[in-house]
């Protein structure tokens, strides 16, 4: 049996992933999406609720498991007993920082190959940042994400405007 990782921060996870992951079924076993919880970048969702929105993006894929993950990748990988670490790229500039990344883990763990996943077309644009971004803005995120995603963003937004809003709003 072959299992690949997937991992990531998937805050929140999109379409982009979605296709990924689905697309590493027809090669892999198993694919193990890993949501990593202590990135260095600032998250709008909790460890717990990315793998609960993962999980429901995934509900009825029996390949796709998800689970949570702290430290470095190898060991995690090593942990789930998986052979392959598996990435996706989407523009030019992801290859040069996925490319390093590959020879840093190789380093780390010569046994675990790396397996990089070129998006399709119509998800090159998408990133969690551009997600992120269009939903502060109250723009249209519905063909980037699922819907159950889409509903937590908004609410997420919604939140941090009401903890965030000027005072001199409030007297509106």
Known sequence: MVRAMFPGTFDPIHYGHIDIANRATKLFDEVVI????????????????????????????????????????VNACKALDAQVIMRGLRVFSDFEFEFRMALANHRLSPDIEIVSFITHEEHTFLSSTTVREIATLDGDISSMVPPHVEAALKQRVRDIDEHHRPAYAARD
């Open 34 to 73: 890993a949501v990593y919880d202590k990135p260095l970048k600032t998250l709008l969702f909790s460890p717990e609720e990315r793998m609960k929105l993962v999980k429901q993006s995934f509900a009825d894929n029996p390949k796709i498991r998800v689970t949570g993950y702290s430290g470095l990748t």
